[in-house]
């Protein structure tokens, strides 16, 4: 609705005559200047007239009064009014409210979907290591990367989602040099998860390093010899990577991600060289008296980066040059999107601005998506300490609360509790980690994501079954759509529907999954409060009514969809 009043607001800016005729004015500079009033009373859309008098040398209010001159009665509203600097816009409620109801009906699953040029659109996340379990700092970053693939398919793109694993380094020969040390043969079991069993050993390498400091010429020697293809070496390094691969792949599925392709940096390390060393006879590259190469990047606010050693191995941000030449080779790319901690602004910033310079990419075609840290209530997490959250401890954890929360509500079977309340532990991390701005730090709090009532994924949930019981409590089927005179919860109901797509757009635009949480808060909050004062079944409203509900739970169901969490007929 936004996008239709902008037209029409730059076409009456338009005709003005002067003084106002030699000012342009963009459909997206009106868009954005749109406003909600805080009152139904007061219009559903507002112009403030005041962001054009410091151009046009007019006051606000006779701005306003000459753009509603020129207006007219346009189609789809039904009045028009001026209040001060304000032009305030009334939307004809029974018109809209037949469109969108029957254009939710006819689209369903795909109300809301972008009809964007399509792009080929590669997403790489995780990204994890292979010393330890996945976490919940790599749970932010899945469902962050899950949520906005879907987000960018529901725009038009194809999406390519990748996974860089680092399974290669000094962190990887700490958990391998510990296992050879203390590990006495032991194995994974049904007590003990195998990417578990992986960190517990890195994390016991941490500890015994506080001890003995000569385990870092140790652990450097293991790397050493994974260089040069030491059998023995090579041989454990393959053994507890597959038992870290195993436990990812579990927590993968278990969590709902999959990946299209997965890339391996032990394939890729070295493979960035060639490039740095072109790079240095077309005088891109310097090289230093000692044989390293580094680049000069002070004009940029970088710094002096180097990109070889001395001894001609590469650096992290040499083989991510080898391999986004390879992505972009492989996939013929649009466009590239990292999703990582926000502590890696600075290596992406480095590694875009050597890709440009390389002519490999540009600055429209690659994005870093860096996202804030997760804590818990009690403060931050260490690897190294052993003191963060394992993903599959804290699904569990979440899993066990609405067990109990389910228990109170029905009594279902054991195998329907199991599978429910996994629906429902999923719900609550992933909502309650894409809810807040990706850019700001978080605070997860278990029992606080769980709770079926607030700004939970669960709730959503809630709200959306219940949408389904009072639809399968109708006597009729197929209820042909009527519409009525509407009441303002009716209205409110109704206007937050028609917004969707504008939330849709404003998501693809920012690569932000809470915009859609939050537009599903608000339309769950509603519905409620819409059931709550309007009696639905039996009403002389009731055609009416349950066309609204249908349409309420489709695009509850859409927003769920494009935050990867699963809908469920019964709570």
């Excluded at 398919?153 to 958990?175: M, P, Q, T, W, Y």
Aim: proline residues 3%.
């Amino acid at each position: 609705m936004k996008k239709i009043l902008s037209k029409i607001l730059k076409k009456a800016i338009e005709e003005l005559e002067e003084p106002f005729a030699k000012f342009e004015f963009s459909l997206e500079e009106i868009e954005s200047k749109i406003e909600i009033p805080p009152s139904i009373e007061m219009g559903d859309f507002a112009f403030p007239c005041f962001v054009l008098a410091s151009k046009l040398k007019s006051a606000p209010h006779d701005i306003a009064l000459a753009l509603r001159a020129k207006i007219g009665q346009p189609k789809k509203f039904s009045d028009i009014q001026t209040s001060g600097a304000y032009l305030n816009f009334f939307i004809d409620r029974k018109s809209l409210a037949l469109n969108i109801l029957k254009e939710i009906e006819k689209q369903k699953d795909n109300f809301g979907r972008n009809q964007i040029p399509p792009e080929k659109i590669m997403v790489e996340f995780p990204s994890p290591n292979t010393n330890k379990p996945l976490h919940l700092g790599h749970l932010r970053n899945m469902a962050i990367g899950e949520s906005v693939s879907r987000i960018l398919e529901f725009s038009n793109a194809k999406v390519i989602r990748v996974n860089l694993n680092n399974d290669r380094g000094i962190h990887i020969c700490k958990s391998m040099l510990a296992y050879s040390k203390w590990g006495k043969n032991k194995k994974p079991s049904k007590k003990i998860k195998s990417d578990k069993l992986v960190g517990d050993f890195y994390v016991m390498f941490n500890n015994k390093l506080k001890k003995n400091k000569d385990l870092e010429i140790e652990v450097h020697e293991m790397l050493r010899k994974w260089e040069a293809g030491d059998k023995k070496t090579i041989a454990l390094w393959k053994k507890m990577n597959k038992w870290a691969f195993d436990g990812f792949k579990k927590t993968y599925q278990n969590f709902g991600i999959k990946h299209d392709r997965e890339y391996f940096e032990s394939e890729i390390y070295t493979k960035g060289r060639e490039i740095i060393i072109k790079g240095v006879e077309q005088n891109l590259f310097q090289k230093e008296s000692d044989g390293a190469v580094s680049v000069d990047l002070e004009e940029q606010g970088l710094g002096k980066k180097y990109l070889l050693r001395a001894d001609g191995t590469s650096v992290y941000v040499t083989q991510d040059i080898y391999l986004a030449q390879k992505k972009f080779k492989d996939f013929s790319l649009n466009k590239s999107i990292y999703i990582t901690g926000n502590e890696q602004i600075y290596h992406f910033a480095v590694l875009f601005y050597l890709l440009e310079k390389l002519r490999i990419g540009n600055a429209e075609n690659l994005f870093h998506l860096s996202y804030g840290m997760v804590n818990l209530p009690e403060g931050k997490m260490k690897s190294r300490e052993g003191t963060v959250v394992d993903a599959d401890d804290l699904i569990e954890k979440v899993q066990n609360l609405g067990k109990k929360e389910l228990k109170t509500r029905q009594k279902i079977s054991k195998r329907e509790l199991e599978k429910r309340s996994l629906q429902i532990a999923l719900a609550a991390i992933k909502y309650m980690l894409l809810k807040v701005d990706i850019k700001k730090d978080t605070v997860f709090n278990p029992k606080e994501s769980i709770s079926f009532e607030g700004d939970t994924g669960p709730y959503i949930q809630y709200t959306y079954a219940r949408a389904n019981s009072i639809l399968k409590k109708a006597k009729q089927k197929n209820i042909p759509l009527k519409i009525c005179e509407l009441n303002p919860h009716e209205t409110e109901l109704i206007k937050k529907l028609s917004q969707f797509k504008e939330t849709v757009s404003s998501s693809y635009r920012n690569l932000n999954p809470s915009l859609i949480a939050s537009y599903s808060y608000q339309l769950a909050q509603l519905f409620n409060e819409f059931y709550h004062c309007c009696p639905v079944l039996g009403d002389k409203k009731e055609k009416f009514r349950l066309g609204l509900v249908n349409a309420t739970q489709q695009v509850l169901k859409n927003t769920l969809y494009l935050l990867g969490i699963e809908a469920i007929r019964e709570m």
